[in-house]
């Protein structure tokens, strides 16, 4: 996977190192919304706040741009991009043409063979005790949705799909920050999968397509509210 080999090759070497924490701390920060849609900074605010030299720093910055994260606000600076909504949107309706298309492959798999394929799927989301920690079930989640597209055997869309799964990661995982969506994660998951198993084709795909828009507009609520609060949170006195 490219994406995989990206990180691999920035790992390498001390510089390399100091310049993936820099990068993470950045990225968590996005996440967990202590940098917002559209703050801007400097690479020397970084650097003094992280206390470490402009360089590492830049090469950070220049990963996260790529990634699509922030961006060179004119010659002054960077910026957290601003949540294109639109944008994400689009990103979710290519997951559903991507995974309606590998759940097509797989139910035309000879049944034994497409259980093999699944055997570790099926032991987790369906004979397992449910995790109850929602980073650990996001994480599972985002490899559960890529087990499926990988098992359909078609490498390119299993590269197109984890670059999407990487572009979207910034609010997907808020789809589990609350109880009931990680409950709902667990039984529509188990669903697809035993249609998938039946070979019920048209089920599978509903199902599928169902859990992936429930899953965008949860997920676009949950994200506003939570900018909302942020937002308040930074300009409350102190």
């Given amino acids: 996977m490219q994406q995989a080999g990206f990180h691999q090759k920035r790992s390498k070497g001390r510089p390399e190192v100091l ?71 689009e990103q979710y309706d290519l997951r559903i043409v991507l995974e309606r298309e590998a759940i097509r492959r797989l139910c035309a798999m000879p049944p034994t063979h497409c259980a093999g394929l699944l055997a570790d799927l099926t032991a987790f989301w369906v004979d397992q005790p449910r995790l109850e920690e929602g980073k650990a079930v996001s994480l599972h989640d985002e490899a559960f ?31 589990f920050t609350r109880e009931d969506r990680i409950d709902a994660t667990y039984s529509e998951h188990a669903r697809i999968l035993l249609a998938v198993l039946k070979q019920q084709t048209e089920e599978a795909q509903r199902i599928l397509t169902d859990h ?20 308040l949170q930074t300009s409350s006195p102190e």
Avoid: C
């Fill in 145 to 175: 949705h890529m087990a499926l597209v990988a098992a359909a055997g078609n490498s390119e869309m299993a590269r197109i799909h984890a670059e999407l799964t990487e572009k979207i990661r910034i609010i997907r995982r808020l789809d």
């Fill in 19 to 89: 310049a993936e924490r820099i990068y993470q701390t950045i990225k968590n920060d996005i996440f967990d919304f202590r940098l917002m849609p559209g703050d801007r900074f400097s690479e020397s605010e970084v650097a003094e706040r992280m206390e470490v030299s402009r360089t590492p720093v830049r090469q950070a910055l220049f990963w996260l741009e790529r990634e699509g994260y922030v961006e060179v606000w004119f010659r002054s600076g960077w910026q957290v991009r601003p949540f294109d909504f639109e944008y994400f949107e």
């Fill in 212 to 231: 992936i828009s429930v899953s965008k507009a949860e997920v676009r609520k949950i994200t506003l509210h939570m900018l909302q609060q942020a937002r």
